[in-house]
């Protein structure tokens, strides 16, 4: 099924299922790459805004000066902000399928690592319709 060929990406981290815009979130590590898919509950739900917050924890660095990225999916965009600055979206890869979203972040961006503060939330800043529970991901 293509729900176990998933979690055979790598260490799967969770799959969470909503009965709202974004029905299934899973976040799945390989090699030196965070996968995060969601599904939505249809496409017009990309459009309207999808914002994905990942921050990244290590003992030996302070979390302040570590990286926290906002990735933005939105109509025909894709924008990577860490903290407040943008960084190359080309580092991050969005794969399209139907209804669902993958995107591969490479753990570099997040200064690799050993845990990551994920969330993802449906909608725009001004109108956000939804947003999941905040999840500890330990890296290994």
Known sequence: ??????????????????????????????????????????????????SIFLLGYRKD?????????NINIGLNSLIVKDKKQRIDAGKVQLIEEGNNLILKVPLSLLNDPVYILACA????????????????????
Do not use: C, Q
């Open 1 to 50: 099924s293509k729900e176990s060929a998933w979690r055979n990406v790598g260490t799967a981290y969770e799959v969470k299922k909503t009965k709202t815009h974004i029905t299934t979130l899973a976040y799945a590590h390989k090699g030196n790459d965070l996968f995060i898919k969601l599904a939505l509950k249809n496409r017009l739900d990309k459009d309207l805004g999808i």
């Open 61 to 69: 660095s302070e979390f302040s000066k570590m990286p926290k990225l």
């Open 121 to 140: 939330k449906a909608g725009t800043i001004v109108l956000p319709f939804e947003d999941t529970a905040w999840r500890i991901l330990k890296v290994e």
